[in-house]
């Protein structure tokens, strides 16, 4: 007998640890009777069916989410067709709310797992296993399944300190995302939220915790994202977490985690202050700053803490943050969803997420849809069309711009340009939706331009805006570019550096500096024509490293035809939290 675990994930990177988990709690006597086939959205559906067809499963059950659910539908028509004696079973937040409908709209199903799937799933097993036994009657009396007969009883809430490891064997999960739980559950009530349903917070037991930490840590593992909900919300749990990877920190792994960052208490800032760069990134949901769509969607969250405490973990320059807003929220138009944008751009996140409402079945947003005006989409993703504060006209025009804020602004590519190109608008939204409309005019949205070639738009895009700093603009891109890469070839907006006197300037430099190294004292072993190759020197007329300093210069009228400052880009020192090369100011044996 074989039943065939299968998940459809959003991308290769991922895993499904749904899956892995059904495995692992099955326990060892049970899983050979378990096969786990993992696919993507972006195969082809028929080469899906094909290979589950070959594969010969007894039994099949789908993990289902809004990201591959249509795709999973599509499978659930054809497969009766190619193994009309397998039994079909569904699990996942996707079927759990509205499993009878479900049912009906697809009686070739067997059942649906509702819910929490480990200990159902163990049952259910245990009941195709003992073949003599009459199977339908057993599945009657497990609890956590809807037939067609109608639910069993309801689950009990699994105790997760009982869950098994799911990665003893990292072979599966090589160059993949590990996602690891240690509590499942949340204290908060956010309306577009599934987590809100079950306000039991359970923890994983510490001690086991710390074993399992240990175990990514002695293993390299490049990053380890917590799903946990709201991280956070037990002060002691967090705080024995932050505090053990502080601790056995192996220089090396890298932990995500999702948290609400104005109940941050100051010990936990301080220890976060003591993390190695690049220990730990934060993700937080701000979502909106207007104080009418924060208590709509039952959030209780002081923003006006919430922008102190992350100025004070930026402080610190050793946290990634990211940060999120949700459009299409009750009570927030297009001007006062540009108020937050502006808002949260200012705390300086690393990462800007402009998201869109997703109104999942089962939470409180879907049950008051028609309260707040919210059309949406009837498949997944269930996306916001628009609302009574906001029209369909307005989300595309926020969709155009959450485009421009992922290649210009989370890319991390033109941070100093971004920077300075800020003060010829009103505000960072005003860009973006200014940027928006270039690349509307310009045919990029159908056309997009190269990564190579962004810098080109980007620098078409502020000669448009601001003409005046032309030349300005040309030197930050070129300083944008080199904190990236060692270009092989020079971009056509960048200096000149034929002219003898340049020329022999960066040549003295690398010569002087075989001999002395007294700026790349890591490069010990190489002549000054490997150094001018592994590193990069830049000569710049603008202080486009300080944009407060460019400011002052460019307001002052500072002349570019005199000295130059010499930057020498070193690629093998870099800032683990922006993956920018570390830069310095270096002196030449030439007047300029």
Not at 327 to 344: H, I, K, M, N, T
Not at 461 to 469: G, L, S
Not at 499 to 516: H, L
Not at 563 to 589: C, G, H, W
């Amino acid at each position: 007998m074989k039943f065939l675990l299968t998940a459809v994930n959003a991308k290769y990177i991922h895993s499904n640890p749904a899956i892995y988990s059904l495995r692992a709690y099955a326990g060892k006597e049970l899983q050979k009777y378990i096969e786990l086939a993992e696919y993507t959205i972006n195969h082809n559906m028929q080469d899906i069916l094909a290979d589950i067809y070959r594969r010969k499963p007894d039994v099949i059950a789908f993990s289902c989410y809004i990201w591959n659910w249509n795709l999973i539908q599509d499978l659930l028509r054809e497969l009766p067709k190619v193994l009309p004696g397998t039994d079909i079973w569904l699990g996942g937040p996707e079927v759990s709310y509205d499993a009878d409908l479900i049912l009906q709209e697809y009686p070739q199903l067997s059942g649906i797992m509702v819910g929490e799937g480990e200990a159902t799933f163990k049952e259910l097993l245990q009941a195709y296993v003992r073949v003599e036994e009459e199977r339908e009657n057993k599945w009657q009396n497990i609890p956590g399944l809807c037939l067609h007969t109608g639910y069993t009883p309801v689950r009990e809430l699994t105790d997760i300190s009982t869950l098994p490891f799911l990665y003893q064997d990292l072979e599966p999960f090589a160059n993949r995302i590990i996602y690891y739980e240690t509590s499942r559950g949340c204290p908060y009530r956010c309306s577009y939220c599934l987590s809100s349903i079950d306000k039991q917070v359970r923890l994983r037991d510490i001690s086991v915790v710390k074993r399992e930490l240990q175990f990514f840590l002695d293993n390299k593992v490049t990053q380890v994202k917590f799903v946990d909900r709201t991280f956070n919300c037990n002060h002691e749990h967090a705080m024995a977490i932050w505090q053990y990877i502080y601790e056995h920190d192996n220089g090396v792994t890298n932990f995500h985690f999702e948290i609400s960052a104005d109940i941050l208490r100051e010990d936990e800032i301080a220890l976060l202050r003591k993390f190695r760069p690049g220990l730990a990134q934060l993700e937080i949901g701000v979502q909106s700053t207007n104080e009418k769509t924060i208590g709509a969607i039952n959030r209780v969250m002081s923003v006006d803490k919430l922008e102190r405490i992350v100025a004070s973990i930026q402080a610190g320059h050793n946290i990634h943050q990211h940060l999120d807003l949700i459009a299409g929220l009750p009570f927030e138009d297009y001007e006062s969803f540009g108020r937050s944008f502006d808002r949260v751009y200012a705390m300086e996140p690393e990462q800007l997420q402009l998201g869109f409402l997703k109104v999942l079945k089962g939470s409180e947003m879907q049950k008051r849809t028609e309260e707040f005006g919210v059309c949406y989409l009837s498949r997944p993703p269930y996306e916001v069309l628009h609302t009574k504060w906001l029209s369909y006209d307005e989300v595309l025009r926020l969709k155009r711009i959450e485009e421009m804020v992922e290649l210009y602004y989370n890319s991390n590519q033109y941070t100093h340009t971004l920077a300075f190109l800020l003060q010829a608008f009103a505000g960072p939204f005003a860009m973006f939706e200014a940027m928006a409309d270039f690349y509307e005019r310009e045919g990029f949205f159908l056309n997009s331009p190269a990564r190579a070639y962004r810098y080109h738009v980007l620098l078409k895009f502020a000669e448009e805006y601001d003409k005046a700093n032309y030349d300005v603009y040309r030197e930050l891109l070129t300083y944008d570019m080199y904190l990236r890469e060692n270009l092989k070839s020079r971009p056509d907006f960048a200096a000149d550096l034929s002219a003898d006197m340049v020329k022999g300037a960066i040549r003295a430099f690398y010569q002087k500096e075989e001999t002395e190294r007294r700026y790349l004292p890591a490069y010990t072993g190489y002549d000054w024509k490997q150094l001018s190759k592994m590193t990069h020197l830049e000569p710049f007329h603008y202080p486009v490293w300080d944009i407060a300093a460019l400011a002052e210069a460019v307001g002052k009228r500072t002349s570019n035809t005199g000295s130059m400052t010499y930057i020498l880009f070193d690629y093998k020192s870099r800032n683990p939290l922006n993956y920018e090369a570390a830069t310095q100011s270096v002196e030449t044996d030439m007047e300029h």
